[in-house]
């Protein structure tokens, strides 16, 4: 787990390339402290440097990419490439794991952010085909997939990656991104030059880097009523682009081309199936088989493991399997005693608490609970802001944010979490909606009578369904010349928003994406939609900055174990909604590891925070973030004469609407844009 930069001569004329690539790598430091490289080349000569963080054993070792001259004293001329990286040690923590990493030969060069979780099976495959290797790490083992088989090496690797190659016999960099975006990739191009990161931040820092802010992304965050940060290539920087999950790139050295494509898609089964409980029991057993073996991988570490624990049905299933493999003699790394890390408030409405205790007495883990207010959320704005690089939606990821630092404190340099559970076997109320309506679609009145029943009384009010699953088709129908005065006053925070940007987001089609979802013809076309480039990427991109501020790796086994989605994707849905239950078949799959009362849990809270009370809290002291600068995006005059009408919340939408405002404010100021 890293951080990965690099900067691509296209032009012959940048000036001070070691220099501009020590400055990428410093603003990521926080990704990997462990360890710092680069590697720079031109016509005539490649050097592999060192920098300030480069451990002396490193230095002083016999490795072929060992470097030995410090970055800032290497003065090539005409440098067409430059490449840097961070490390976080987490597989074969010695001086074999630095990077940039070659192959014995040094014709093959690599920069690497991620992990391989199925390297150890690479490797005795690779091995028995007559490759041989020199360390124990997973990035080797790309090293020689890659000299294998070639630029289809990614189609073999389970796990998390954004990774460069550089390779001299076709004097080419490929480059590529995991399958859904668990490892974030961002590049600028211009005619000059092209420059790529892990973080936007590290791309900030080159002088010729032309960006600002992004009109159309504002737009989408401030007046929509879902956000899907960074839904496609384009992100709240002008002019900095994202690498999409399951993408890989290549840049010819001599023409200067650069090529992008899609190496992988996600397929699901759309058609409808009616439930058969022996098919039912053998995708049950299939998927728990699949579940356990995408933890056990992703337990492999050489540093302390742990995991994030909410109580719900996904990060209560990834602690008892792991509590279940220590039980039985799997060798894991916990340093000690399973650590875990739950989320603790006073306001019972939304803490989780008590579910979290029932796994937590189940497997003698030593328990961690944080419980963060709103004087500490404003202590940490700027860090968060910056941390996450963009305004953030609501105050749930300052509560990851927290638990990340209570891990790292605690010797944690390893955290699994849940997330893309939900997205997979169907967990959120529009999920369920979807399904109701595939069954009316299909003629399943029974059907569909019997999964909006509990306990034999309608659970559903039909005036709710209307309000909460209808309100964006109802937004959709209304006129153009209408919808810039229905955004102001159907979302009363609208108010303090400048027209322009309302107008932007109506012309940019941002209710259309919104409704993506909704218009789904079945569940599991729902549930695709959900898990690619969408709200699963949104959550998988706040979880990697959250962890890795604090140089901590994130593992999501319902998110990048391919073998396991693609089983799941694979099934009916209606095996993941039944009798009214959601995420039945992970329920069921899980039944001889959760505690009886989680997997029957019928309410979902999420990552909840109670953000009204702490927007209420900090409120005087976030007038100062309004000023003039934000005139081209919000009423700051209106802000500043009615501040208790901005800040009134009658519900936690209009909590989290004021909050990205705030958060907007806080943004700006701190990227000074």
């Not at 070691?18 to 430091?29: E, L, Y």
């Not at 937590?360 to 940490?380: C, F, I, K, Y």
């Not at 790292?408 to 979490?417: F, Q, R, S």
Request: charged share 25%.
């Amino acid at each position: 787990m890293c951080g990965i930069t690099g900067i691509i001569d296209l032009s012959g004329k940048i000036d001070g390339i070691p220099r501009h690539i020590s400055a990428m790598t410093d603003a990521i430091r926080h990704r990997g402290p462990d360890g710092e490289g680069f590697l720079l080349m031109n016509d005539a000569e490649m050097v592999s440097a060192s920098g300030k963080d480069t451990p002396e054993s490193v230095i002083n070792s016999s490795f072929t990419y060992s470097p030995k001259s410090p970055v800032g004293t290497v003065s090539m001329e005409n440098i067409q490439f430059a490449l840097g990286h961070r490390r976080l040690s987490i597989i074969d923590v010695s001086a074999a794991g630095h990077q940039p990493m070659c192959d014995p030969d040094k014709k093959i060069w690599i920069v690497f952010n991620g992990e391989i979780y199925n390297h150890i099976e690479l490797r005795e495959e690779l091995s028995q085909k007559g490759f041989s290797f020199n360390t124990q790490t997973d990035t080797e083992v790309i090293l020689q997939s890659y000299l294998h088989w070639g630029e289809d090496c990614v189609n073999h690797f389970n796990g998390m990656w954004a990774l460069v190659i550089y390779d001299s016999r076709k004097n080419i960099l490929f480059g590529s991104r995991d399958r859904v975006g668990v490892k974030p990739f961002y590049y600028y191009m211009d005619s000059t030059v092209l420059a790529f990161a892990s973080e936007q931040k590290a791309l900030l820092k080159l002088p010729f880097v032309k960006s600002g802010i992004n009109l159309k992304a504002v737009s989408e965050f401030l007046v929509g009523d879902i956000q899907y940060i960074e839904r496609g290539e384009e992100n709240m920087f002008k002019n900095i682009f994202e690498i999409l999950p399951a993408h890989n790139f290549r840049i010819d050295l001599k023409t200067k081309s650069f090529q992008k494509w899609s190496y992988y898609t996600l397929k699901t089964n759309t058609s409808f199936s009616d439930y058969d409980e022996t098919a039912f029991e053998q995708y049950r057993d299939e998927t728990e088989k699949l579940l356990v073996n995408s933890v056990k991988l992703r337990l492999r570490s050489d540093v302390p493991v742990g995991s994030c624990l909410s109580g719900g049905i996904d990060s209560s299933a990834i602690v008892s399997i792991m509590g279940s493999l220590a039980g039985g003699g799997h060798k894991i790394n916990l340093g000690g005693k399973l650590k875990v890390f739950t989320l603790s408030f006073d306001d019972p409405a939304i803490d989780e608490s008590k579910w979290a205790k029932q796994v937590v007495d189940q497997t003698q883990a030593e328990w961690h609970r944080v419980s963060p207010t709103g004087n500490d959320l404003l202590r940490d704005f700027s860090d968060l802001n910056y941390a996450q690089d963009i305004p953030i939606c609501s105050t749930g990821t300052y509560g990851q944010f927290q638990l990340m630092r209570r891990a790292k404190e605690t010797g944690i340099k390893v955290i699994l979490d849940g997330q893309g559970g939900d997205e997979l076997f169907g967990g959120y109320p529009s999920h369920s909606m979807v399904f109701w309506k595939e069954l009316l679609r299909k003629g399943r009145i029974g059907k569909f009578l019997d999964e909006t029943s509990y306990d034999g009384k309608m659970f559903f009010n039909l005036k709710q369904i209307a309000k909460d699953f209808s309100k964006r088709e109802f937004v959709s129908l209304v006129p153009n010349s209408l919808q810039k005065s229905f955004y102001r006053s159907y979302f009363k925070q609208n108010e303090f928003v400048n027209e322009e940007i309302i107008h932007e987001f109506i012309r940019s089609g941002g209710i259309k994406s919104e409704l993506e979802v909704n218009k789904s013809s079945s569940l599991n076309e729902a549930l695709l939609k959900d898990f690619t480039n969408t709200r699963l990427k949104m959550y998988l991109k706040y979880e990697d900055r959250s962890s890795m501020w604090h140089s901590i790796e994130a593992r999501t086994p319902f998110a990048d174990d391919y073998t396991l989605v693609e089983y799941v994707c694979g099934i009916p849905g209606t095996y993941k909604i039944h009798n009214g239950v959601n995420k039945y078949l992970l329920r069921e799959a899980m039944r001889n590891f959760l505690p009886k009362q989680i997997k029957e849990r019928k309410d979902k809270l999420g990552f909840v925070t109670p953000i009204e009370t702490w927007v209420k809290q900090i409120q005087n002291q976030c007038m100062d973030y309004f000023d003039d600068s934000l005139n081209e995006f919000m009423d700051v005059k209106n802000i500043k004469q009615n501040p208790d009408k901005f800040f009134s919340m009658s519900n936690h939408a209009d909590g989290v609407r004021v909050f990205r405002m705030i958060s907007f404010a806080v943004w700006k100021k701190i990227f000074n844009l």
